[in-house]
């Protein structure tokens, strides 16, 4: 949906930019969908707290992953370029906030003592966050 989204935003949207942008998330989430990721953390269960192996398929997913987020992070401040005060801080806040969570989630996989017990969890806080907001610009662009 991300993808056929990017269309219509180069089709008709304010930004070729922010339309690039967010097909690259797109593009990244798909790629990262047909890499399996390395295990890690015992996830999934039964798999040890601090696995070492590295494969291709999971160096692959992790790459595809982080192409595809800072395309969403940056796609958030493209977007805010607007004559809505509301809608500009929005974009930024998301944009930060996507980005910020995201790092912590990297952190927690890569087993970081702090937050490793937490990495799922702020990875779905960061998608939560970035859904909600390419949601909103779907909306909002539908009604201007």
Same mark, same amino acid.
């Given at each position: 949906?991300?993808?056929? %989204? *990017?269309? $219509? =935003?180069w089709r008709?949207? /304010?930004?070729?930019?922010?339309?690039?942008?967010?097909? !690259?998330? *797109?593009? $990244? =989430?798909?790629?990262?969908g047909a %890499?399996?990721?390395? /295990?890690?953390?015992?996830? /999934? /269960?039964? #798999?040890?707290?601090?696995?070492?192996? @590295? #494969?291709?398929?999971? !160096? =692959? @997913?992790?790459?595809?992953?982080?192409?595809g987020f =800072? !395309?969403?992070?940056?796609?958030?401040?493209? %977007?805010?370029?607007?004559?809505?005060?509301?809608?500009?801080?929005?974009?930024?806040?998301? $944009?930060?906030? %996507? !980005? #910020?969570?995201?790092?912590?989630?990297? *952190?927690?996989?890569?087993? @970081?003592?702090?937050?490793?017990?937490?990495?799922?969890?702020?990875?779905?806080?960061?998608?939560?966050?970035?859904?909600?907001?390419?949601?909103?610009?779907?909306?909002?662009?539908? @009604? #201007?």
């Amino acid at each position: 949906m991300s993808l056929v %989204f *990017a269309v $219509g =935003l180069w089709r008709v949207g /304010p930004s070729r930019w922010g339309a690039l942008l967010i097909g !690259a998330w *797109a593009v $990244g =989430l798909l790629g990262a969908g047909a %890499f399996r990721t390395d /295990p890690v953390s015992g996830y /999934p /269960p039964g #798999t040890p707290d601090q696995l070492q192996r @590295h #494969t291709r398929a999971g !160096a =692959l @997913h992790d790459l595809l992953s982080l192409i595809g987020f =800072l !395309a969403l992070a940056m796609a958030c401040f493209v %977007f805010a370029l607007s004559n809505s005060l509301w809608w500009t801080i929005y974009s930024i806040v998301s $944009g930060v906030l %996507f !980005a #910020t969570t995201m790092a912590l989630a990297s *952190a927690a996989f890569d087993q @970081h003592q702090r937050w490793v017990d937490l990495g799922g969890l702020i990875q779905r806080i960061s998608l939560t966050i970035g859904w909600t907001w390419q949601m909103l610009l779907a909306v909002r662009l539908l @009604h #201007t």
